[in-house]
């Protein structure tokens, strides 16, 4: 039978927080996207 290794609160904590700060990351990468467009036309930017 495997033993799991038990983790401190301090490795939890972290590793909560690495995890959501990824999930968020990635959601707002692909949720930001489609608004670019719009974003440049109102406000005249350029493609650059």
Known sequence: MA???PL???YRVLLAGLFSQLLCIGVARF???PL???MQQ?????DA
């Open 3 to 5: 033993k799991s290794i």
């Open 8 to 10: 401190s609160p301090r």
């Open 31 to 33: 949720s930001y996207t």
């Open 36 to 38: 670019l467009p719009v």
């Open 42 to 46: 109102q406000t005249w930017l350029s």
